[in-house]
């Protein structure tokens, strides 16, 4: 089953880039200098931000299905993103380089299933929990932080 996996858009956070330390901060937002790599994976290109750059630290609701899984959790997202990752069957490099917690939702946002993969073996798991039919989308968290990584989606076959 072939995947697609999205960054989120740089316009959802555009406005807090203009935005003050001070104001960001009010708001429960850190601005942070990246001083290693990898270490601050950007949730719009989908690729650790460069040393030098600037991300925001940030509370995200990334699973807003009215169930009891629900959730949010901190993200960074890079302030000089300029390009979204969008790509089918492509794992891009923030999610190779670390341990994935998988996991398999409902359409009605129920867990049906997870798992854990690295590297080369996360794009094959991705497929296989997406053949499941009642298997709606994915998501991926930093195993380790647990911390939300990306949404995986099922590509329609052609035809």
Do not use: W
């Not at 719009?44 to 940030?58: F, N």
């Not at 993103?81 to 490099?93: I, K, L, N, S």
């Amino acid at each position: 089953m072939s995947f697609r996996i999205s960054g989120l858009p740089q316009s959802e956070f555009q406005s807090l880039f203009q935005q003050s330390d001070a104001d960001l901060l009010a708001q429960g937002i850190r601005r942070m200098t990246v001083d290693v790599f990898p270490g601050y994976p950007d949730r719009i290109s989908l690729d650790d931000a460069p040393i030098g750059s600037t991300v925001l630290l940030l509370n995200y609701e990334h699973q807003p299905a009215d169930t009891p899984y629900r959730s949010r959790h901190a993200i960074f997202v890079h302030e000089q993103a300029t390009a979204t990752f969008d790509a089918v069957d492509t794992v891009p490099p923030a999610l190779k380089r670390r341990v994935l917690s998988i996991r398999a939702f409902s359409a009605a946002g129920d867990l049906l299933a997870a798992d854990l993969g690295k590297g080369d073996e996360i794009g094959p798991k991705f497929s296989a929990m997406l053949d499941d039919p009642n298997v709606a989308y994915l998501h991926a968290h930093y195993a380790k932080p647990g911390c939300f990584a990306a949404r995986v989606a099922r590509v329609a076959a052609a035809g």
